[in-house]
Each structure stands twice: as structure tokens, then as C-alpha cells.
């Protein structure tokens, strides 16, 4: 158990469906991350959220939608995905400690399958 | 970012002490070096982190040289339990921009009994 959580831990979707992934951190931390793991392919980061505030986006396609309603909750709201969106999507939160570089807390991650 | 190269698997028996290097030539100098490990179907974990000389935890070991362009987790007297991919990540805190690290390959490595 490493304090964040996902939801759900498992999503089989229709090209055509809306759904969201969620994520909660108990760790009061105040940076969130969503990442993408596909087969045999490294770990992608895909948004980043620093104090409630989106500060990257790794030019995920825009079917990708993040939200930050606050520092404990993170959202990916997925809608019309491609087949070749299936993957296990990861999130993660940290600590901004002001230097050097802070340690990533994983979730358990949510495995997606889009048909 | 500086890029990490990683060998892309290891076999390694029960007992034994298992040494992965990871090569970062144009590491930075605010960088750290970090070291997480994942296993299949869960999210990566948090092992060691360090910026130079040695550092040592109750799960493992990092070795950096002076010139840091690579560093070496050494893992003593694996199980089986350790078999598991280890990635090494390269990066530093921009304060406004969380943690910028990015994931290489990793290190698939196979403990066998």
C-alpha cells in the first residue's frame, strides 16, 4: 500500500464510450501524475499536475483529458480512445521538497482495454 | 533530461549479489540518480535515490563515481522475490514543475533458484 489509490483497477471500454479513471493520494503531497504503460514499451509521462496546475503535457492526444480538482484527486477522463490506447495507466504523486528531487509514489495502476 | 542505458535483462540465483549499472554520460549537475523497481502489473516503487559517492538502505546499495556518469544498484543476496524490472531515472525538482523524470527501458531482471 503505498497511499494513492486508483480506480477502476481494470476498464474495458467501446471506441465510441466516455469514461474516467480516477486516482486519490493520502499522502499530502502536492504534485500528481498521470502515466501510460504500454507492452514492452517504457513508461510515458503524460500530464503533470504541481500545486493544482497542470505544468506539462507530453503532447498526449487531446481524447486524453486530465483534471486536478484539488491536491488529492486526479482524474483522466477518457472519451472516443483507438485500440492502441489499451494499456495500464499509472498514478503517481510526490512531495515538491523544494530540492533536489523528490520520490514518486505509484498506484496500482488501472488496466485498459478499448475494443 | 539526461538518458540512462540500462542492460535490458539479467539472470541472477537465489543468494547471490546482483549489480546493475546504468550509464548517464550527460548527467547534469543539480541531477540525481534514483533507482525504482516494478513488478508486473503494478505501479514502480521507490528503492534508492542518490547524487554521488555511495548510499546505502536496508534494501539495497548505490555506487556513484566521482565523475557520476553511471551508478551501480547493487542488490545483496537476491530472492525470488526480487525478480522484477529496475528502472534508473536521471532528473531534478524544477519547484514549480514537479519531478521530471522520464523512464528508460529498465532492467528486466530474472532470479532463478
Known amino acids: 500500500e503505498t497511499g494513492v489509490t486508483q480506480t477502476p483497477r481494470h476498464l474495458v471500454m467501446g471506441m465510441t464510450n466516455k469514461k474516467s479513471l480516477k486516482c486519490e493520494q493520502h499522502l499530502g503531497h502536492n504534485a500528481m501524475y498521470w502515466y501510460k504503460q504500454s507492452a514492452k514499451k517504457p513508461l510515458e509521462l503524460m500530464f503533470v499536475y504541481s500545486l493544482e496546475e497542470r505544468v506539462e503535457n507530453n503532447s498526449v492526444p487531446s481524447r486524453f483529458s486530465p483534471e486536478c480538482p484539488n491536491s488529492s484527486h486526479l482524474f483522466l477522463h477518457l472519451h472516443t480512445l483507438q485500440p492502441e490506447d489499451s494499456a495500464l495507466y499509472l498514478c503517481?504523486?510526490?512531495?515538491?521538497?523544494?530540492?533536489?528531487?523528490?520520490?514518486?509514489?505509484f498506484g496500482p495502476g488501472t488496466r485498459l482495454t478499448v475494443l | 533530461l539526461a538518458k540512462t542505458t540500462q542492460p535490458i535483462s539479467m539472470d541472477s540465483y537465489e543468494g547471490q549479489e546482483v549489480n546493475i549499472t546504468c550509464s548517464h554520460n550527460?548527467?547534469?549537475?543539480?541531477?540525481?540518480i534514483t533507482w525504482y523497481q516494478q513488478f508486473p502489473s503494478q505501479g514502480p516503487r521507490f528503492i534508492i535515490q542518490g547524487y554521488k559517492t555511495k548510499v546505502t538502505n536496508e534494501v539495497a546499495s548505490l555506487f556513484i563515481p566521482a565523475d557520476r556518469k553511471s551508478s551501480t544498484l547493487s542488490l545483496p543476496r537476491v530472492s525470488l522475490s526480487d525478480t522484477a524490472v529496475y528502472y534508473c531515472l536521471v532528473g531534478t525538482l524544477n519547484n514549480n514543475a514537479g519531478n521530471m523524470l522520464t523512464f528508460g527501458g529498465g532492467t528486466r531482471l530474472m532470479v532463478k533458484p
Open positions: 503517481a504523486s510526490s512531495q515538491l521538497a523544494g530540492a533536489g528531487t523528490d520520490t514518486q509514489y
Open positions: 550527460n548527467i547534469a549537475t543539480n541531477d540525481y
